[in-house]
């Protein structure tokens, strides 16, 4: 069987590692299974691309699409037609796609209508909040996959309630998480820690990227002042998004508490994470990391399509308006954060899980 595995952004490179892994083993195994890996090219950065593959010992893909920035729809289009001209020219018996960036949605496309199978890796998560084009593109990917790989018990029920065959969908547990458990001991001081004399749990950490906490420039400085005034003058490291910069470039908001860095690699960043107080944030990944790392987590969203993590782990979901950070604030610097537990199956073998259902299709 050959699978080819996209990847298009940063938060797909922690995702596909392990199942290259996986691949490689089972080969080595005498299975046969191969894999040809395509970079769409949607993150072109090398802080926040090139960087990643390095460090999690990605293989040189075997092609990169190239396609860069754009709108959703510019983005979308090129991944299409850039995509299937790939697919023309190295057939699969599969194409695989993880998470839910443009290029998860848009390869799917590409594939199915030529009449390609299509595994997805992180199926079936929900948020129910249309206006996130993540959701959008979870939504699309699920409605033509062919094989569902998820992460929880609740994520097979979301694709059982839409109509998923039962026995297409395989609970199998969260790659990131393998990612994490493999480069847990290889996590590295990033110069900051020297540089700021930062020391452990007397820290925090946070990133913010969605529209709607930084593209309103008041509401990302009502929040930054938040960060700021009522942390207790602890140090905020604040790895920023070009998104966020690009915002908070037009202000004149200063704190000399806060750190704003270059976006980071991912084993300078989980060196923060895992050593920190806690961490404030809008993205969903982060949450999975910091629930199995047992760091209090503040999530500056509505919604959130991974609830295992504040139902089981250490994630509180506090909304968007900026006010509702400061009890949650409160409560993380008075040492009163709940304990957390880990989700089944978050147990580092889920690509070797994955690779198993792969062999048997």
């Known amino acids: 069987m050959l699978v080819t595995l996209v990847a298009g952004a940063r938060p797909n490179f922690m995702k596909i590692a392990p199942i ?38 990605i293989p040189t893909p075997h092609a990169n699409l190239e396609v860069g920035s754009g709108t959703q729809a510019e983005q979308t289009a090129g991944i299409l037609v850039a995509f299937e001209k790939e697919l023309l020219q190295h057939r699969p018996d599969l194409v695989m796609v993880v998470g839910d960036v443009t290029s998860t949605m ?26 996130m084009p ?7 990917t699920d409605s033509i996959t062919d094989y569902f790989f998820t992460t929880t018990e ?22 990131m998480i393998d990612t994490l458990n493999h480069n847990i001991n290889r996590l590295q001081q990033p110069a900051i820690w020297q540089d700021k004399g930062l020391e452990a749990k007397k820290y925090l950490v ?13 509401q990302l400085i009502r929040l930054l002042t938040i960060l700021r005034d009522k942390t207790n003058g602890l140090k905020v490291i604040f790895p920023i998004h070009p998104r966020t910069a690009k915002m908070l470039a037009g202000t004149e908001f200063k704190a000399e508490n806060i750190h704003f860095l270059e976006p980071m690699g991912y084993l300078e960043f989980n060196y923060l994470v895992k050593n920190a107080l806690g961490v404030i944030t809008d993205s969903g990944g982060i949450t999975e990391e910091t629930t199995v790392m047992q760091i209090p987590c503040i999530t500056l969203r509505d919604s959130t399509e991974r609830p295992e993590t504040v139902e089981i ?45 792969l062999e048997t299709l």
């Open 20 to 57: 290259i892994r996986a691949i490689h083993k089972a080969a080595a195994a005498g299975k046969k299974i191969s894999y040809r890996l395509v970079h769409t090219g949607q993150h072109y950065d090398r802080n926040m691309s090139g960087q990643f593959f390095e460090q999690l010992e």
């Open 106 to 131: 848009a390869c799917s496309i590409a594939a199915k209508k030529l009449n390609i199978k299509v595994a997805h890796v992180e199926a079936g998560i929900r948020s129910w909040d249309l206006t």
């Open 134 to 140: 993540e959701e959008i593109n979870r939504m699309v």
């Open 154 to 175: 609740s994520a097979g029920n979301n694709l059982l309630q839409a109509g998923a065959n039962p026995a297409r969908i395989y609970w199998v547990g969260n790659t």
């Open 206 to 218: 946070a990133t913010l990227h969605r529209p709607s906490n930084v593209d309103d420039p008041a």
């Open 313 to 357: 782990g250490t994630n509180e979901l506090v909304g968007t308006q900026p006010e509702a950070l400061l009890p949650a604030l409160e409560k993380l610097l008075a040492g009163n954060w709940k304990e957390g537990s880990i989700p089944p199956l978050w147990d580092g073998h889920t690509a070797d899980r994955i690779v198993a259902v």
